[in-house]
């Protein structure tokens, strides 16, 4: 008998709701649920590989340790138990430093990690806090730290009810959208262009692109030049519209006198972007009431990832379309991300550079260090290093610069700790693999996404199967070893209280509270989200479209909009070092593909039919200046590494740029994953190198890396 059970996808941000058909405790079918309200039953290729995780025999299904001559099968209790010592006497004998953890990706898109790490985390009492966030959106959450106040009040394009959308540096068409969770783009996308433009800078010729009403080949790491020109033009030729956020608005001058340095000419030059474009734009964007401006990884994992991401707030702000129907807003999530108090003065301060990272001095944010430093945080020697690491839900060696530096520094640490579904590029060096359950196996609401989606909307899903071999819940395995660590310790009794509080609770009871005090829940009356009145609407509940409420949502004394805070300012002699030297001969951008997910999902068969998708994207031109044809195998060559992959031609990348996609390099020794290792490809981050960073943020500089080509 089958029967259809109501769930979420969780691969990805657009939250699409899907339909799971079981039959025998087998998954048999998935499909789009037409009846979510936000979904109305798109879904991507990538849903039905939910059912090939849910069933693949290659997922690790009991504890393991490593012994010198493999693998051995442990029980929970003896796993956690000496886990916790080893920890416990790691930072007895080398001080809490020793210690660090890496939280990986699929962290935000699970409930329990997201409601029960942050107190495992804490428990482990180390500044050597690593995760995605440094790979990934941390210009972002540092520009609206500085600007706003509060690093997640992060804001979120209007798409549906945009009339001019310009994008730096994403391919929601491929990636679904990022920081913007909205199912379904290539619909939303098209009603952009329907109703007026999208426009697109990338130095490639994405799917994106091919679907906009224009399309600029962009120099990789030149968006701050283009932003600058635009900001130029608006001052000269109209002057700034910040409206409603004009009350308190700092530093207009400072933003002014640096754009005034930048002319459409300049930009010009440097970003390979016609003048006339830069400037028709800019005027565009002061005369469509409904405008916006979106940036994302292409924009933030550069050389400039933190000045590009603060000006693409400031050119919102300036052109009137900040926190404005049609532009750049701020959700009201059921589950708020953000509680009071928000934007208090001094906030940017308190969380961001409270320390540095122990080799190379970057920056602390929001309790984290840059992932770019961890290898040498653990190889260099001294007695501060990294001994022991805990990695969750991540394979930094695939997914962070320089990966075969990370591979030595995985196998240097006394104790490695991987809570996977896989024996990974980088759990294969752990002493320990806990396994957790896959995505259908889990109760879920999208504790990050509805906050930064399209709508204000909520939905509760119950795990569809559960499993069938040891795997645990992440938040099962979090509060067990945070207990541990708390009776090794002697912590109070209230403190060990409370984790038993929580632990009796679970993700739902959690939820309930968090729904109950949130800005939809009981002061709301009748209309209250509770966990009751989602659990009785299983398709979700729209709560509306995203409304203005920045200044609603600011205690009285916030100071307003900083719209050029002063750790920018650093990168004004940089961009004009930029402006007046010549650009590297040839740079490698990665790229995204449908059917992939970041470094896991190359497991899934249904995903990886077809032919090799890993190749390197090269210009004619750049290919015939080399001697390089179609299918021709190349060496691809940084500062770092090297790696071989097929050449495939074409002229949708711009001259002077390479791309690679990045999520593979499944040849290592050691995973447990078939159908990958079958396709293996090589991993971009072989040639991503960990010295280059965003100076600012610390972000990684994943794109934009110089690079040679040799024929094999
Ligand atoms: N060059 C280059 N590098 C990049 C990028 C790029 O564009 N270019 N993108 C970057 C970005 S945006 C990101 S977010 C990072 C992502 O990189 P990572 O943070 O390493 O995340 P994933 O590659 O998604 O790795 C996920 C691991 O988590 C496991 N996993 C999946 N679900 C769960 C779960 O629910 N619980 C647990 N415990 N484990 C789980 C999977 O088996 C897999 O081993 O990569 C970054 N790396
Ligand atoms: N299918 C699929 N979907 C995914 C993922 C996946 O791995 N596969 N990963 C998920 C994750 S973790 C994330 S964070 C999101 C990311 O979502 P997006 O940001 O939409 O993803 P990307 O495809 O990496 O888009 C980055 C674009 O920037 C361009 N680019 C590179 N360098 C530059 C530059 O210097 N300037 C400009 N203007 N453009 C540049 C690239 O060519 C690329 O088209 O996608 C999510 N969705
Ligand atoms: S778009 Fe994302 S959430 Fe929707 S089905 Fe595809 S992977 Fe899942
Ligand atoms: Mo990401």
Redesign the pocket.
């Known amino acids: 008998m089958t029967t259809t059970h109501i769930a979420t996808c969780?691969l990805c941000e657009a939250t699409c709701g899907i339909l799971v058909d079981v039959e025998d405790g087998r998954v048999t079918r998935i499909q789009g649920d037409p009846d979510d309200p936000f979904s109305k039953g798109h879904i991507c290729p990538k849903a039905a590989a939910l059912a090939d995780l849910q069933h693949d025999a290659d997922r690790v299904t009991h504890p393991l340790r490593r012994t010198d001559t493999g693998w051995e099968r442990v029980s929970w209790d003896e796993a956690l138990d000496d886990i916790a010592a080893r920890i416990h006497a790691l930072q007895e004998a080398h001080g809490r430093d020793a210690m660090a953890v890496?939280?990986?990706?699929?962290?935000v898109?699970?409930l329990g990690?997201m409601l029960f790490n942050p107190g495992f985390v804490k428990a482990l009492r180390t500044t050597r806090r690593y995760?995605?966030t440094s790979?990934?959106?941390l210009p972002h959450m540092l520009a609206s730290l500085q600007m706003f106040g509060h690093e997640l009040l992060l804001p979120v394009p209007d798409v549906d009810h945009t009339d001019l959308m310009i994008v730096f540096g994403a391919n929601p068409l491929v990636s679904n959208g990022?920081i913007l969770t909205a199912p379904d783009m290539k619909r939303r996308l098209a009603g952009v262009a329907e109703r007026g433009r999208l426009v697109v800078f990338d130095p490639r010729r994405t799917e994106t692109a091919k679907r906009a009403t224009a399309h600029h080949f962009i120099r990789p790491g030149t968006d701050v030049f283009a932003l600058l020109a635009m900001l130029h033009v608006v001052f000269a030729e109209r002057g700034a519209q910040l409206g409603h956020l004009a009350d308190g608005a700092r530093n207009l001058e400072v933003l002014r006198a640096w754009a005034a340095d930048v002319t459409p000419e300049v930009a010009a030059r440097v970003t390979g972007v016609d003048a006339e474009v830069l400037r028709e734009l800019a005027l565009a964007l002061c005369d469509t009431p409904r405008a916006v401006v979106y940036g994302r990884?292409g924009a933030c994992?550069q050389d400039f990832g933190g000045t590009t991401a603060m000006l693409l707030n400031a050119l919102n702000a300036v052109t009137g379309h900040l926190d404005r129907e049609g532009g750049l807003m701020f959700t009201q999530p059921a589950l708020p991300a953000v509680y009071p108090p928000a934007g208090r003065p001094g906030a940017a301060r308190r969380r961001f550079a409270r320390w540095r990272s122990r080799v190379r001095g970057l920056p602390e944010f929001g309790g984290e260090l840059p992932v770019a430093t961890l290898a040498e945080d653990i190889l260099e020697p001294g007695d501060d290093r990294i001994r022991g690491l805990v990695v969750?839900?991540?394979?930094?060696v695939?997914?962070?610069?320089n990966g075969a530096q990370l591979d030595e520094a995985m196998a240097a640490l006394d104790l490695l700790v991987s809570?996977?579904?896989?024996l990974?590029e980088?759990?294969r060096h752990a002493h320990y693999v806990l396994p957790?359950?896959?995505?259908l196996s889990?109760p879920h609401y999208d504790a990050a996404f509805h906050a930064l989606a399209t709508r204000n909307v909520a939905k509760f899903s119950p795990p569809v199967l559960p499993a069938t071999g040891e795997e645990r819940q992440?938040w099962e395995v979090a509060t067990a070893l945070q207990a541990r660590l708390q009776a090794l310790r002697g912590v109070s009794l209230a403190k060990r209280a409370t984790l038993a509080a929580q632990r009796a609770l679970g993700p739902r009871g959690v939820l309930a509270a968090g729904l109950r005090l949130g800005p939809h829940g009981l002061r709301n009356g009748r209309g209250a989200v509770s966990l009751r009145k989602l659990e009785a609407h299983p398709h979700g509940l729209d709560l509306g479209p995203l409304h203005t409420c920045l200044r609603e949502r600011m205690p009285s004394d916030w100071p307003g909009l900083d719209l050029c805070p002063e750790i920018y300012t650093a990168d004004r002699d940089r961009v004009a070092e930029v402006a007046a030297s010549d650009p590297e001969p040839l740079v490698l951008i990665?790229r995204?593909q449908l059917r992939t997910?970041?470094?896991?999902l190359h497991n899934a068969p249904r995903l990886m039919k077809g032919k090799d998708r890993c190749t390197l994207m090269v210009h004619p031109d750049d290919a015939a200046s080399r001697g390089l044809a179609a299918g021709d195998r190349v060496r691809v060559r940084s500062r770092v590494g090297v790696v071989e992959v097929p050449v495939e031609l074409t002229d949708t990348v711009m001259r002077g740029v390479v791309s690679l996609p990045?999520?593979f390099g499944h040849g290592r020794e050691g995973v447990s994953w078939t159908t990958a290792a079958r396709h293996p490809g090589a991993s971009?981050?072989d040639l991503?190198d960990e010295q280059r960073v965003d100076p600012i943020s610390g972000n990684?500089a994943?794109?934009g890396t110089p690079v040679h080509l040799e024929k094999v």
């Open positions: 969780t890496y939280q990986g990706n699929p962290c898109h699970n990690v995760s995605a790979v990934d959106q990022s990884m994992t969750w839900a991540g394979n930094p695939l997914s962070c610069p809570v996977d579904l896989y990974t980088t759990s957790v359950v896959p995505p889990r992440d990665g995204r997910n970041n470094s896991w990045h999520g971009i981050n991503t990684a994943l794109n």
